[in-house]
């Protein structure tokens, strides 16, 4: 079914994804050699577009008939890849979409300038939309991507992470980026202060549900369909709902198990395979399915206030995929 699904999408979005690629290598233009090939390391090593995508079809929602969709769509895959660069960093990554992580192929302090040169780039595109609206939404992005980050770095290892606590964090490290990539659709097509609140909880609640359905890979793939080390979140301490609603749940002797797991610096699969087979038992798996697919259907019913359209038939089946996806 999700592949069936994908393809659907894929050939509806063709024309749209081939010009958002050639608007991403357009509109780089660093400065350095050395900051195209880091760049274009993170930016073009199969990723799926979905953010710029979003803001392609959200536009074409609201009926918006300006130039330049595709390339102001670029600064949220720019965005996007200098937290992946800023990440894998911070994380002691060492794969990422199926390929060495940036700061094991250069240095760094090279992997974060080039993220700081995406960041840099990203608000330049938003503002040469010449709308302060459209700055202040790209600038609220990144402040609220950095305080998740950091939250999440803070709380690392932390099991007495709650669920509001995890919510909380992935709203403001990846919802909000779904969640602008809407809203500045609507901002440059003008349309009713409803409409643009409607395609801000579609992209929010499209977001929530992206990353729990992400944290959910790191649970149900191998490492070669998942494109970094399975149980990468584990291992490196982040509690991810799966986690958080098991050890909720959990009796002591399990919790206690989990725990210890969790705190173990070197994890072996069979430890691993473990605390998986715990997830399933004491319902984290299933809860965090759940709690995705409540934002999906959130998601939909936010973009009801549209008429029918190819642009709404896209983004219903690509709030469906966002559960049902895999890489």
Known sequence: MSEDLKQRILSRVKKDLAAIETALADNLD??????????????????????????????RLCGYNGDGVEKFSTIFEYLHAATLLHDDL?????????????????????????????????LSLASETGRPEVI???AGITENMSQGEIEQLHRKGDTDLTEADYME???????????GACRVSAILADVP??????????????GLAFQMADDLLDYTLDSKALGKVVGADLREGKLTLPVIRALDRADDGDRAR??????????????????????????????????????ID??????????????????????????VRQL
């Open 30 to 59: 660093p400065y350095f050699d050395l900051v195209s090939d880091v760049a274009r390391h993170i930016l073009f090593s199969g990723g799926k577009r979905l953010r710029p995508l979003l803001m392609v079809l959200s536009a």
């Open 258 to 295: 989990i725990v210890r797991t969790i705190q173990k610096k070197d994890l072996s699969t069979q430890e691993f395979k473990n605390v998986t087979a715990m997830l399933h038992e004491y319902g984290g798996i299933e809860h965090t399915r759940k709690i995705a697919a409540e934002h």
């Open 90 to 122: 911070v994380d002691d990554g060492t794969m990422r979409r199926g390929k060495p992580v940036a700061h094991s192929v250069w240095d760094n302090s090279t992997a974060v300038l080039v993220g700081d040169f995406l960041l840099a780039r990203s």
């Open 169 to 179: 964090v992935i709203l403001r490290k990846t919802a909000v980026l779904f969640e």
């Open 298 to 323: 959130r998601a939909k019913q936010a973009i009801a206030i549209f008429d029918a359209s190819q642009a709404k038939e896209i983004l219903l089946d690509i709030a469906d995929y966002a559960l």
């Open 136 to 138: 202040k939404v790209i």
């Open 193 to 206: 202060e409803e409409k643009e609140q409607a395609l801000s909880d579609y992209g929010r609640n499209i």
